[in-house]
């Protein structure tokens, strides 16, 4: 078995039977025929970098890592064009675009990840979605063993919500996303706190977000998390006011079709979980959304801590918190 441990940003331990790297499409479609001869049909996993997927168990199938790299670049009169490969790193290429003076992806700095899981939960902060940016997104269709692309409409992006993640595993696996971004781009600054920059640029808000981010958030290089553990729920005005009559200081944002979202976090903090810990899987001190591994954590702690959460959230506030991080169990995904 091959270990997995430094292979996902929460770093449980846990192994896998094999891991290839995929390296082009030529490359993966040469893996896939030697899994086929192998008699590994669909059981495979394919990852990025492992930040928004936790291994809670050994797994019996082999991961396959995206790292099909490369940026291929061009110009209109009113866009910036880029064809991206699946493995490239997202804040990287974040960077690089900044450095070309390509402006739009600021707000988006410092996610962790590859540009190819981007869009799969389209990645969001600050105001912006990577929806926004994107023109089109390459996948290697296994039903039918060749290249497709999808448009941004028929990619379904929702908040943290795209096709690509209610299909069966493997069926589409991201080689490149297609980027459109305007040369007169428009910076989003309405949220807090960029909201308070005096004369916002793309390099100041880049920086307030990097800045934003390493004070609120736990770095997984040094403590084990995949960042927000569940989605902020979405729920009807009913139910907000209902809420309001015990908890008159709620916070909750509009959202579309008479909807409001509240905060996971605040829910979560309202509760007592923030800082508490259950054996070695905490409930982080600043952002009670992060559940972090203290050092030695195992899948059995942090499936125990998360239920128990998620049951206390229900049973307060009558609201059902949906994970955001992808689960998996020795056979596949987990559902909370
Ligand atoms: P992985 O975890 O490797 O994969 C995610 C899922 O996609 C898995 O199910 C995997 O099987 C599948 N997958 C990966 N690559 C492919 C592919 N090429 N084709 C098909 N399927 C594939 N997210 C936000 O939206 N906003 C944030 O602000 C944010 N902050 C974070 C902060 C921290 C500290 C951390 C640890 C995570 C944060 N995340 C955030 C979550 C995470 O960064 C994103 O979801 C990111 O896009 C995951 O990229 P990855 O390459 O690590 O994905
Ligand atoms: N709050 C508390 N107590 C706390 C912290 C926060 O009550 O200790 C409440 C406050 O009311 C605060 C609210 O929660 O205003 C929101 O907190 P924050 O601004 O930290 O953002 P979030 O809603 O918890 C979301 C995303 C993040 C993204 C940030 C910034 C989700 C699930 N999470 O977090 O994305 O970076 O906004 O845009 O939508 C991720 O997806 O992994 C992620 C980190």
Redesign the pocket.
């Known amino acids: 078995m091959i270990s997995l441990t430094e292979r996902h940003t929460f770093g449980l331990s846990a192994n896998c039977p094999d891991i290839q790297t995929i390296k082009s499409v030529d490359g993966l479609v040469t893996i896939l025929n030697k899994l086929k001869n192998q008699g590994v049909d669909e059981n495979y996993l394919v990852l990025g970098e492992g930040s928004n997927t936790i291994f809670t168990e050994d797994i019996n199938m082999p991961v396959l890592v995206n790292s099909i790299k490369g940026i291929e670049y061009t110009k209109t009169n009113v866009c910036h064009k880029m064809k991206v490969g699946a493995g490239e790193n997202w804040h990287e290429l974040v960077k690089w675009c900044i450095e070309n003076h390509i402006y739009g992806f600021e707000n988006l700095a410092l996610i962790p990840g590859s540009v190819g899981a981007a869009p799969i939960q389209n990645i ?3 105001g912006i979605e990577i929806e926004r940016f994107i023109d089109n997104v390459e996948f290697f269709d296994t039903d039918n063993n060749v290249i497709n692309t999808f448009t941004k409409k028929e990619c379904l992006f929702g908040y ?1 919500d795209s096709v690509f993640k209610h299909q069966k595993l493997n069926q589409r696996i991201i080689t490149h996303v297609m980027f459109s971004l305007p040369v007169e781009n428009e910076l989003v600054v309405n ?1 807090s706190p960029l909201d308070k920059l005096d004369n916002p640029t793309p390099q100041t808000v880049f920086e307030e977000v990097v800045n934003t ?1 390493n004070r ?2 736990p770095n997984p290089t040094k403590i084990g998390n ?3 553990f ?3 729920p979405v729920i009807t005005e009913e139910h907000l006011k209902q809420l309001q009559l015990s908890h008159p200081d709620i ?1 909750w944002y509009p959202n579309a079709n008479s909807m409001v979202k509240v ?4 829910l979560i ?1 309202k509760l007592g979980f ?1 800082g508490t810990s259950h054996g070695q899987i905490g409930c982080h001190k ?4 992060v559940l972090v591994n203290l050092g030695k954590g195992t899948g059995e702690e942090l499936l125990y801590f998360a239920k128990l959460i998620k049951q206390k959230v229900k049973e307060s506030f009558d609201i059902n918190l949906e994970n ?1 991080v992808r689960i998996m169990g020795a056979d596949g995904l987990i559902i909370l």
């Open positions: 969001g902060a600050y943290r949220y981010r609120k958030l995949s960042g927000s569940y989605k902020n916070p905060p996971a976090a605040w903090d923030k600043h952002q009670p959304l955001e």
